[in-house]
T-cell receptor, first 120, second 115 residues
Framework: GAVVSQHPSRVICKSGTSVKIECRSL??????MFWYRQFPKQSLMLMAT?????????EQGVEKDKFLINHASLTLSTLTVTSAHPEDSSFYIC????????????????FGQGTRLTVV | RKEVEQDPGPFNVPEGATVAFNCTYS??????FFWYRQDCRKEPKLLMSVYSSGNEDGRFTAQLNRASQYISLLIRDSKLSDSATYLC????????????????FGAGTRLAVHP
């Protein structure tokens, strides 16, 4: 099946620093990828939709200047958490679905392994 | 009201038990429905899609009632390895530029199967 790889799996950073998370689709092209955040015992919340070659679409309440998304190629999207604070500590996870023709397949979404971010 | 609502549990059941999870969704435009399984500190993985006609995969049976906007998952003969959080997921399709589908997740129902 399709594989999405996310790196790093775990990161600890100091407050005020920036952290970059990579999401790669390994065996299919993904013009659209999704970034989620999950706090303990809560559901995955969509943060933003990453679009190859154009600006990301952010969900309401998500600061675009704080969570920078770059989707420079058909297989790579990055999320940069800028000026991280302890409240940004969370599980960040990306996903993508294969596209056939002009439409995303109505099939499962493939998730990266997730990144556990701890800001100290 | 949450877009996708689930009983958070936990459901604590003995091995061999039958357990049922329910889920309701609020957006009648939702077109596709799924159950995902998430183990602790791991990414979600697709368990099964859900169809109006109902579908079964081994010990797992999923049902969809579009009129009631209700989805269910039945697990028979529970195994220890079934312990996980089960996520109800609905998909909104074709409503966004680029043609992508947007997944809306429930908060999940925790299942703990004990010996």
């Amino acid at each position: 099946g399709a594989v999405v790889s996310q790196h790093p799996s775990r990161v600890i950073c100091k407050s005020g620093t920036s952290v970059k998370i990579e999401c790669r689709s390994l065996d299919f092209q993904a013009t659209t990828m999704f970034w989620y955040r999950q706090f303990p015992k809560q559901s995955l919340m969509l943060m933003a939709t990453s679009n190859e070659g154009s600006k990301a679409t952010y969900e309401q309440g998500v600061e675009k200047d704080k969570f920078l998304i770059n989707h420079a190629s058909l297989t790579l999207s990055t999320l940069t958490v800028t000026s991280a604070h302890p409240e940004d500590s969370s599980f960040y996870i990306c996903s993508a679905s294969p596209r056939v023709g002009g439409r995303v397949m109505n099939t499962e979404a493939f998730f990266g392994q997730g990144t556990r971010l701890t800001v100290v | 009201r949450k877009e996708v609502e689930q009983d958070p549990g936990p459901f604590n059941v003995p091995e061999g038990a039958t357990v049922a999870f329910n889920c309701t969704y609020s957006n009648s435009a939702s077109q596709s429905f799924f159950w995902y399984r998430q183990d602790c500190r791991k990414e979600p993985k697709l368990l099964m899609s859900v169809y109006s006609s109902g579908n079964e995969d081994g010990r797992f049976t999923a049902q969809l009632n579009r009129a009631s906007q209700y989805i269910s998952l039945l697990i028979r003969d529970s195994k220890l390895s079934d312990s996980a959080t089960y996520l109800c997921v609905v998909s909104l399709e074709g409503m966004f530029s680029g043609g992508y589908n947007k997944l809306i997740f429930g908060a999940g129902t925790r299942l703990a199967v004990h010996p």
